[in-house]
């Protein structure tokens, strides 16, 4: 992950517990946003999915913007490794149809990325 990629993520855990308690919130919203619009998701909902108790959502982020900011920070940085890999890669068009498919898979969050929700 890139520096500046680093520094846009808040406080990057180093704690096993810390790290599983956002992976699965992340992986909670994630869920969500396939589900339903991330305006109209709640941080009991994410808590609930991610089978976290709702205090510990805040021990983690201030608020759903800063959960999704987070994850549109962890995207961003696949999709510059996926970019980085298709310009070195033999098969370009495989490679620009994988990113493209990828994009579509994740078509929930990135409208809520690119639209504010």
């Known amino acids: 992950m890139s520096v500046s990629l680093i520094a846009a ?3 990057v855990p180093h704690d096993a517990r810390q790290i599983r308690s956002r ?4 992986g ?4 969500l946003l396939q589900e339903t619009a991330f305006d109209q998701i709640t941080i009991r909902e994410i808590s609930a999915r991610a089978g976290t108790g709702y205090a510990t959502f805040f021990r983690h982020y201030p608020t759903k913007e800063a959960l999704l900011g987070d994850v549109a920070a962890e995207e ?5 490794t996926m970019t980085a890999s298709m310009m070195a890669g033999l098969d370009r068009f495989e490679s620009i149809l ?3 498919n990828y994009v579509d898979g994740h078509r929930k969050l990135w409208s809520a990325l ?3 929700g």
């Open 9 to 11: 993520r808040i406080d």
């Open 76 to 80: 961003i940085c696949t999709l510059m």
């Open 98 to 100: 994988d990113l493209c």
């Open 23 to 26: 992976k699965a919130l992340c």
């Open 28 to 31: 909670a919203l994630l869920e």
């Open 114 to 116: 690119l639209t504010g």
